[in-house]
């Protein structure tokens, strides 16, 4: 065997290309190991319900999002930590608390209910970090800027859809309601106090709060659920127009299941749904669908007809079944797409950011002035919460499922068309009542009349005055057969008015011998002497 022999003429050479060699690693290295070796890893933290359908689609949309951005990020990758918050404020923060000193996470997103909400920003403002809600408060705090700086509100506060709620309620001139809500044990009643305002700028008032106890404080909802609609067969409520403000799914289903076994869903009975409550439209089957039948919904709008809503449809749709099979519905809410345009909110952020200026404060920032339109809308932060008004959808639960009615917008009011440009011609015309036609539970040819209808066997008790100064007003006597007669202009008026109703109105006179005053105050008070 032989072996090459090296001399000395040929050795510096070897070691001249050697050293360039070498020259040219020293110098390359330091970038190409940067790429490979020093890329940066942002840990985002989630507070959902997992188990929950709002909270299994809200983290396959989140996993979507950050998928996404790992592959088209070679520099910079997107790590998700999911902590369960159980519906439960409490846990919640505790989750916070350990994203934030476990974890490490520089942001936490996720939180469905408000009372969640407020503890983790709490503790995100201790902690300077970013905390993007997926909830709001139904009355914002006047400080809520001030006391959590560091929180960015993904939703809309409650006042638009209750008062699209009111706008509904002036359309038909239903003058009184009921409010049905579940008592969550973390209060609730601002959506309540919204109501009643904006039912009294519409000449309308709550006759009746319905509450239901919490679902997980009952050990037979069923009961509790028909203890409480028995309530509603009193002589004392008359309204017939219910409003479910807020209900978890499993007592929403008792709900309806036990108020369409009393009669009160169907003919002349109107219900109406928030947005909460609309979306388990989507996710109960046809029993329950059917028990709700006539019930009119509010709903968030978003446009889903554009390339890339249909790019996430499919990925959601193949991972969902994937990874949910029991649910039997793979179709995502708008809660998903709002969990998923949180990621590109924190992305955009990120990008904007430079190596030397990487601090909380400035993260937070770049979050305020973020500005796109996501799967959900339009993506506006300023202050700690989105600007842009939302466009809310009215539906109708019908047959399977539920069909839309007409569109809302807080500026111009109803509407057929899902944009309108302000001062266009479809506000030209009365924008205060629904565009499309209503079809009714029973085929009914008319529009409820929102409170219990006389009948036969329990008649409208109508107070008249039995002593009069103005017999041509109002006169009572009583006849040969010993029984009572009503004449007079008014009580004309009456009977005319009442053949021109195109209903039946069993009615019947009452005379009266007292002042004005004790009579009108029996009437307030449905007192009959």
């Known amino acids: 065997m032989t072996f090459p022999i090296f001399t000395f003429n040929k050795l510096p050479k070897l070691w001249l290309l050697l050293l360039v060699a070498a020259s040219f690693l020293v110098t390359t290295l330091p970038h190409g190991g940067k790429d490979i070796y020093d890329s940066k890893v942002t840990n985002i933290g989630a507070i959902i319900d997992i188990n929950s359908r709002t909270g299994k689609e809200e983290k396959t949309a989140m996993e979507i999002a950050v998928r996404k951005f790992n592959n088209g990020s070679p520099n910079h990758k997107l790590s998700l930590y999911f902590q369960d918050s159980r519906s439960s404020p409490l846990q919640a923060a505790l989750a916070a608390k350990k ?10 997103i996720g939180m469905e209910r408000w009372e969640e909400a407020a503890l983790v920003a709490d503790i995100g403002s201790q902690f300077k970090v970013p905390v993007i809600s997926f909830s709001a408060p139904a009355i914002t705090p006047p400080l809520a800027s001030s006391r959590w700086p560091f929180l960015i509100r993904m939703a809309h506060s409650d006042s638009n859809q209750i008062k699209c709620i009111a706008a509904v309620i002036q359309s038909y001139n239903w003058r009184r309601v009921v409010t049905v809500y579940e008592d969550y044990a973390y209060g609730g009643d601002g959506m309540l106090a919204l109501l009643s305002k904006a039912l009294q700028d519409v000449g309308s008032e709550i006759e009746y709060n319905l509450v239901l106890p919490p679902f997980s404080f009952v050990s037979d909802p069923k009961d509790a659920v028909q203890e409480e609609l028995t309530k ?3 002589e004392k409520i008359q309204s017939r127009v219910f409003i479910v403000l807020q209900s978890s799914l499993p007592m929403m289903i008792h709900l309806f299941r036990e108020a369409k076994k009393m009669g009160l869903v169907g003919n002349d009975m109107v219900w109406i749904l928030t947005d909460r409550v609309t979306s388990f439209l989507d996710i109960v089957n046809t029993s329950v669908i059917h028990s709700m039948e006539g019930a009119l919904g509010i709903k968030n709008y978003y446009y889903d007809n554009t390339s890339s809503y249909q790019t996430f449809l499919t990925q959601f749709r193949q991972k969902f079944i994937s990874e949910y099979p029991e649910e039997g519905y793979y179709e995502p809410g ?7 345009d949180s990621i590109a909110i924190i992305t955009q952020a990120m990008d904007r950011l430079s190596s030397n200026t990487s601090s909380p404060k400035s993260f937070l920032d770049n979050i305020f002035t973020t500005s796109f339109v996501g799967l959900s809308g339009e993506i506006n932060v300023k202050a700690g919460k989105l600007l842009h008004s939302p466009m809310l959808r009215i539906v109708i639960v019908v047959g ?3 069909r ?18 302000k001062g266009g011609a479809e506000n030209s015309t009365d924008a205060t009542r629904l565009k499309r036609p209503v079809i009714w539970p029973g085929d009914l040819q008319r529009n409820p009349k929102g409170w219990l209808m006389p009948t036969d066997t329990k008649r409208m008790i109508i107070g008249v005055p039995g002593r009069t100064s103005f017999e041509k007003f109002v006169k009572v006597s009583t006849n040969d057969a010993g029984k009572e007669e ?5 009580i004309e008026l009456f ?9 039946d109105l069993p009615y019947q006179f009452v005379p009266y011998n007292g002042t004005y005053d004790d009579l009108v105050h029996h009437v307030y008070n449905k007192v009959r002497t």
Do not use: M, T
Not at 99 to 108: A, M, P, R, T
Not at 486 to 490: A, I, P, S, T, W
């Open 334 to 340: 708008f809660y998903a797409l709002r969990a998923h």
């Open 99 to 108: 994203l934030i000193e476990e974890d490490e996470v520089e942001v936490i």
């Open 400 to 402: 399977r499922g539920y």
């Open 495 to 503: 009977r005319k008015v009442r053949e021109v109703l195109g209903y």
């Open 486 to 490: 009503y004449n007079g202009f008014c």
């Open 232 to 234: 509603l067969l009193s």
């Open 404 to 421: 839309e009615l007409d569109f809302w917008i807080p500026e111009f009011g109803f509407s057929n068309q899902p944009v309108v440009a």
